[in-house]
C-alpha cells in the first residue's frame, strides 16, 4: 500500500513509511491525548517538531527519511535478541502496539 502511495504522491517508500509512523500516527495520538487532557498541548509540541524537522531537513528530506527509516529497521531487527524475526517485530510494534495505544486513547474520551 505505501508503495502506491509513494508512486502517486511522487515520493520514495522510505518517505511515506517515515510520515505515516513518525507524523500521521503520532499526530491523531496527540489529538486523542488533547481531547482527554482538553488543553491542545501535545498537538502543537508535534507539530512544532516536525516544523523545526522540515525546515531544517528540507533540502534532504529524502535522505534523512531514508536515514529515519533505516535506524527503524536497526530498531526492529533488535528484537532477534528476544526471538522475534524482523516480520513479527514489524506487525507487533508497527501494528498491534499502535491498534492497542488507539483503543486505550478513544477509551479515555
Known amino acids: 500500500m505505501f508503495i502506491k502511495i509513494a508512486k502517486k504522491l511522487n515520493l520514495t517508500y522510505n518517505e511515506v513509511n517515515i510520515i505515516v509512523y513518525y507524523l500521521i500516527i503520532p499526530l491523531t495520538w496527540t489529538i486523542l491525548a488533547d481531547c482527554i ?11 512544532a517538531i516536525w516544523l523545526m524537522i522540515l525546515i531544517k531537513e528540507h533540502k534532504h528530506f529524502k535522505s534523512w527519511c531514508d536515514e529515519m527509516f533505516e535506524a527503524s529497521v536497526r530498531f526492529l531487527l533488535w528484537f532477534q ?20 495505544i488507539y483503543i486505550l486513547l478513544i477509551l479515555m474520551i
Open 37 to 47: 487532557i482538553k488543553i491542545p498541548v501535545t498537538t502543537p509540541l508535534l507539530i
Open 81 to 100: 535478541r528476544i526471538g522475534w524475526n524482523y516480520e513479527v517485530s514489524s506487525v507487533i510494534i508497527c501494528v498491534i502496539i499502535p491498534i492497542i
